[in-house]
């Protein structure tokens, strides 16, 4: 297990300027999933203007309220506290609304957002899961997606309803005195401007403890997913060593954004307190003149908040939006891969197909050859072993035939036909894998069984169950079928796993069986019983075996000896022995090893 940390990305893309980003392929994608939610926003940002609207009611009220002061009639006193009754009301309803309408949106895309971004991950070609840390997946549906959610429920919102409420707010303190909307009104650019103050140093800072984020998260991910391999090479003092120093390194940048905050924050709050001293000065000064009543100085003092918060807010959103647009690149990096299109092609034929590799040619990264001019034919109905030493293509040959990868030469035919023509969901359909790399799933053991038929009976999978040689021990689990095996089957033995596996394989009733190492963690007695019934459930399908134990490829029809890629020796075994050549020689040297030279020869 390596405990190396994902590559570093640092990017650049938050501090390019806010204008070249609605040219952004990215920020049009996040609009285009505002328009799907577009009744919430109309709702959202109606109620927050209709809280607009209120605070300016609450404060021509106050401001008539005051100007009356002490003498307000009896009656229009009564008007008035109706009136602020009502005002608080409707603030209540409205704040109500607003949150309900927000924490809507909010589950709403954050669900739409992760269901989709799932669905494509598992619809990329395997070569994208190869060539990705699953982390980096993992880190695109939560770190990310949460960022580029941030924008959609939030910051699209504001910035409609923020600017509206500005210009109604600062029309109302322009009328109340012009000097004081003024006053007002000068505060939000000022506070755009002193928000310049150690800009890219935050963002810098912002973006190493993203950093340290991630590897906290890797580094946990991967520890508990390796978890044996941890305590059995007694690696806890090296991830602990590892783990201390991202912290010290996160303590450090937390400390470095905290003090750049608190110095932007008081900054940022300058212009305000400047303003509302400078507002009460003047005004006061007004008031003694009588340009003004008090009033409108209780109105400028309630919506001075108001208007600046325009300009406060947007400054929080233009930098939360950089953020966001940088974050959601990623995700609509991943989301713009084109995914493999399973449908498209003719439908193989029920029955046990004819395989044929011709010529083929294929490499992972240019210039490393992995199979070279490979050719073998596999009849209808026939088993054909891949025999070879370790890294010689063997299981690359099967990925070929899954689809997972396309050759770069030759091609290869199924019932006569390219296996290109044939839609892949139907190619994999008739295709059932025993795997020496079982993957379990957690929940209990018929559901794991069920994963080859899904929706199976569970008379089927018992009959499954029974053909794989897995029932009596299945029998035996504290709650039979329905017993949970934990995460990747952690409560399994590996043969218990194995057996599974087949069972699974079993229920699928392919007619193309794939068999890789299906028994090297079988014993011999469980082997030998395995190998009988695998001639009466998988009788009528072509199969392909891989194996190292001479035992499991001893009845096979055919057999390819791989070397480098490369088919070396094609025949049965016993045309193969008889030839006398790498086959037989690889034979006798793992028959020595193993003991099973004498049962073989
Ligand atoms: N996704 C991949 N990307 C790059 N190279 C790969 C990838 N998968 C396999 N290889 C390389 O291709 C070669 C053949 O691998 P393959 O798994 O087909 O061998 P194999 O014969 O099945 O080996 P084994 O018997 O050990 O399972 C190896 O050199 C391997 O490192």
């Not at 049009?28 to 109309?42: D, E, H, P």
Request: glycine share 6%; charged share 20%; hydrophobic share 45%.
């Amino acid at each position: 297990m390596s405990l190396r940390p994902p590559a570093k990305r640092i990017t650049d893309n938050h501090r390019r300027s806010v204008l070249s980003l609605l040219k952004d392929k990215t920020f049009r994608n996040l609009l285009s999933i505002v328009k799907t939610y577009k009744w919430y926003y109309i709702g959202a940002v109606g109620s927050q203007l209709l809280l607009t609207a209120a605070a300016l009611f609450f404060a021509d009220t106050s401001r008539r309220l005051f100007d009356l002061a002490p003498h307000v009639p009896r009656n229009t006193l009564s008007q008035i506290i109706l009136m602020f009754v009502c005002i608080a009301l409707s603030q209540l309803v409205l704040t109500f609304l607003n949150n309900w309408l927000r924490s809507a949106l909010n589950e709403s895309v954050v669900y739409e957002m992760r269901r989709s971004i799932l669905n494509h991950l598992q619809r990329l070609p395997l070569s994208f899961h190869e060539n990705n840390h699953s982390s980096n997946s993992v880190n695109v549906m939560n770190n990310e997606l949460e960022i580029a959610k941030n924008f959609i429920v939030y910051d699209v919102q504001r910035l409609i309803a923020l600017p509206i409420s500005f210009v109604f707010v600062g029309i109302y303190l322009l009328s109340v005195h012009p000097l004081l909307g003024a006053i007002a009104i000068a505060i939000g650019p000022l506070q755009m401007v002193s928000n310049l103050v150690l800009k890219s140093k935050f963002q810098q800072a912002a973006e190493l403890q993203n950093l340290v984020t991630r590897d906290v998260f890797f580094t946990i991910g991967e520890t508990l997913h390796g978890i044996r391999e941890v305590k059995a090479n007694q690696m806890e003092d090296s991830v602990n060593a590892r783990m201390a120093e991202i912290q010290k390194r996160g303590v450090a940048y937390n400390v470095l954004l905290t003090n750049i905050s608190t110095i932007r924050s008081i900054t940022k709050d300058l212009p305000g307190h400047a303003g509302y001293l400078t507002g009460i000065g003047i005004g006061a000064a007004l008031m003694t003149s009588g340009d003004i009543g008090v009033g409108g100085l209780v109105a400028f003092i309630t919506l001075l908040d108001k208007v600046a918060e325009p300009f406060t807010v947007l400054v929080d959103t233009i930098n939360n939006l950089q953020r966001s647009v940088s974050g959601a690149r990623r995700l609509f990096e991943v989301m713009d891969m084109a995914e493999e299109d399973t449908r498209a092609g003719t439908v193989l034929e029920a029955g046990a197909p004819a395989i044929r590799y011709e010529n083929i040619g294929f490499h992972y990264t240019e210039g490393a050859e992995t199979l070279r001019n490979l050719s073998f034919t596999i009849p209808a109905g026939k088993s054909l072993a891949l025999v070879g030493p370790s890294g010689a293509g063997k299981s690359t040959i099967v990925k070929l035939l899954y689809r997972f990868y396309d050759p770069q030469q030759g091609r290869i035919q199924v019932n006569d036909r390219p296996l290109q023509t044939y839609a892949i969901h139907s190619i994999r359909e008739r295709m059932a894998l025993v795997s020496q790399d079982i993957y379990l799933f957690d929940g209990t053991v018929a559901a794991n069984i069920e994963v080859g038929k899904p929706g199976a009976s569970r008379d089927e999978i018992i009959r499954a169950a029974k053909l794989a040689q897995a029932y009596a021990f299945i029998e035996l689990l504290p709650n039979g079928m329905d017993s949970e095996i934990g995460e990747r089957g952690i409560k399994l033995s590996h043969g218990q796993k194995q057996r599974l596996s087949i069972a699974r394989a079993i229920l699928r009733d392919a007619s193309l069986l794939i068999l890789d190492e299906p028994t090297s963690a079988l014993d011999v007695e469980t082997e030998a019983s395995f190998q009988r019934d695998l001639g009466e459930w998988a009788s009528g399908c072509t199969k392909i075996i891989i194996a190292h134990r001479l035992s499991t490829i001893r009845d096979a029809d055919y057999i390819v000896f791989l070397e480098h890629g490369e088919a070396v020796e094609f025949g049965t075994a016993e045309e193969l022995l008889r030839m006398n050549g790498r086959f037989r020689s690889y034979w006798e040297k793992q028959g020595r090893e193993i003991g099973e030279e004498q049962s073989v020869v």
